[in-house]
């Protein structure tokens, strides 16, 4: 048996068959298809200080071991390869949303960039890269005089 959503005040005044666009807006929204289609990478923030730029990704229930970050010209890959780990308790799920097996993520760096001072550290679940600033790409202030 399939259960069909009907919504009664969807008005559909140039539909042949009114209820027949409803069969598929069900099967087309419905969580099972929704979630394959959503591509699975974790979220990322990008921030700019005076001297560095801050690259921040949200990624819990990994360890830094699971990462490994790449630097090919100016672009920044960050890549997690983690294998699928069968625990003695199995449970049967019935929707599983965080699980990253593997995924890519890659930033360009623009020129201003020092490729060679680039630091990171992964703490409660967010993955913190600082990218520093060249000496002349360093925002600098300076007051100027009004005559």
Do not use: W
């Not at 807006?25 to 990478?41: A, C, E, G, K, P």
């Not at 995924?103 to 600082?130: H, M, W």
């Amino acid at each position: 048996m399939t259960l069909v959503k009907f919504n009664p005040n969807n008005n559909q005044k140039n539909s042949f068959l009114p209820g027949f666009n409803d069969v598929f807006d069900s099967i087309f929204n419905d969580t099972f298809f929704s979630d394959r289609l959503v591509s699975r990478v974790p979220a990322a923030n990008i921030s700019e200080s005076q001297d560095h730029y801050h690259i921040e990704l949200a990624a819990p229930g990994l360890t830094k071991e699971d990462f490994k970050l790449s630097l090919e010209r100016n672009v920044m890959s960050i890549a997690v390869e983690q294998s699928s780990k069968n625990d003695a308790q199995e449970r049967n799920f019935n929707k599983r949303e965080f699980s990253y097996n593997s995924f890519v993520r890659s930033f360009t760096l623009p020129e201003s960039a020092d490729q060679n001072g680039i630091e990171a550290k992964y703490e409660n679940g967010v993955l913190c890269i600082n990218i520093p600033k060249r000496e002349d790409a360093k925002i600098q202030t300076r007051q100027i005089e009004i005559k």
